[in-house]
Nanobody, 125 residues
Framework: QVQLVESGGGSVQAGGSLRLSCAAS????????MGWFRQAPGKERELVAG????????YYADSVKGRFTISRDNAKNTVSLQMNSLKPEDTAVYYC??????????????????WGQGTQVTVSS
């Protein structure tokens, strides 16, 4: 089992920044690919960013490329998502995700092994 706890959500005006963090416990964190998904009201959960177990490979959805940065610290069992130049369309519940086989552009919601509880991000115009 892997337990994931997110923090850092909140409300911000367009153009602002937020940093989400996810603390993991349980199975060896460093063996899992990690990622962040988001789900806006009435929409499907979508992959925003992913990072390999070593941190050497990352993936970003086109909608956030150049604005968001995913990183991980295997010594501290944490993964973070730095979100800059936020837009109202970034408003959603953001979920930390772990997958033993890694998270890539092809990873879908049903492929994820473990989820965090979610944290709300609201961007006002």
């Amino acid at each position: 089992q892997v337990q994931l706890v997110e923090s850092g959500g909140g409300s911000v005006q367009a153009g602002g920044s937020l940093r989400l963090s996810c603390a993991a416990s349980g199975r060896p964190f460093s063996t899992y690919g990690m990622g962040w998904f988001r789900q806006a009201p009435g929409k499907e959960r979508e992959l925003v960013a992913g990072i390999s177990w070593s941190g050497g490979s990352t993936y970003y959805a086109d909608s956030v490329k150049g604005r968001f940065t995913i990183s991980r610290d295997n010594a501290k069992n944490t993964v973070s998502l730095q979100m800059n130049s936020l837009k109202p369309e970034d408003t959603a519940v953001y979920y930390c995700a772990a997958r033993r086989l890694g998270i890539t552009s092809a990873t879908m919601e049903r492929n994820i092994d473990y989820w965090g509880q979610g944290t709300q991000v609201t961007v006002s115009s």
